[in-house]
């Protein structure tokens, strides 16, 4: 029989591990995203846009839209100092799940400096692999103006997917990172006023949509 003490350990330790599982399971939440109280000064040269990404691939941890501010006189990204914002979500994938709640549209709420914004790259990360995927030369671009807050869509991070058995597991989902695209899901604008309204009381005034548009950069 085992001792009490070594019993107690082992008990201690199931515990511990169960409570780490339950902690990190479902973890999720966003990056950098505009506060509850957020607001827009009419005199202000700020703006506020709104979007959604979302992942097909549930194995992932991180999912990052990278926008920079854009100049179209010489078609390309603004030097610095210029605004920017990473659109992001994150989520504690435990290596046992088989959803995740990045695979669902959250809208996501950033104050920036109005004025231009191309798409720089876009990255996705699991807990030991990640990938930084530049849009050259063919990016999205928009304008938002001052004292707007602009919704540009919802959008998808998909990774192409293949199910193969192997010799412990059955129907083992493996995604491609590398050759993860970009696709443009539409609008909702129900879902969007729901969300503001619940979250940012105090952006008040209409929201307006624009798709971005496609473009391509000349390179330096």
Not at 9 to 22: C, D, E, M, N
Not at 33 to 39: E, K, L, Q, R, W
Not at 157 to 169: F, G, M
Request: hydrophobic share 35%.
């Amino acid at each position: 029989m085992p001792r009490k003490s070594d019993l107690a350990r082992r008990t201690l330790l199931s515990v511990l591990i169960l409570t780490a599982a339950v902690v990190l399971h479902g973890c999720s939440g966003a990056y950098n995203t505009a506060g509850s109280n957020v607001s827009l000064e009419q005199d202000e040269e700020q703006a506020v846009v709104v979007l959604s990404v979302r992942t097909n691939a549930y194995k992932l941890t991180d999912i990052t839209m990278n926008w920079r501010e854009y100049d179209p006189a010489i078609g390309f990204f603004k030097d610095s100092p210029a605004g920017a914002f990473s659109a992001g979500r994150h989520y504690g994938y435990l290596g046992v799940e088989s959803s995740s709640p990045m695979q669902k549209a959250e809208y996501l709420v950033y104050k920036v400096k109005s004025g231009y914004y191309a798409l720089d790259s876009n990255k996705v990360r699991t807990y030991k692999l990640s990938y930084n995927i530049k849009l050259r030369p063919t990016t999205l671009m928009f304008r938002v103006k001052p004292g707007e807050v602009l919704y540009i869509g919802d959008y998808l991070l998909h990774s192409p997917k293949t199910v193969r058995d192997t010799l412990l597991v059955r129907n083992f989902v493996i995604y491609d990172y590398r050759n993860t695209k970009l696709q443009f899901e539409g609008r909702n604008d129900d879902a969007v006023k729901a969300a503001l309204a619940e979250n940012y009381s105090n952006l008040e005034g209409p929201v307006v949509f624009r798709k971005p548009a496609k473009v391509e950069m000349k390179l330096p």
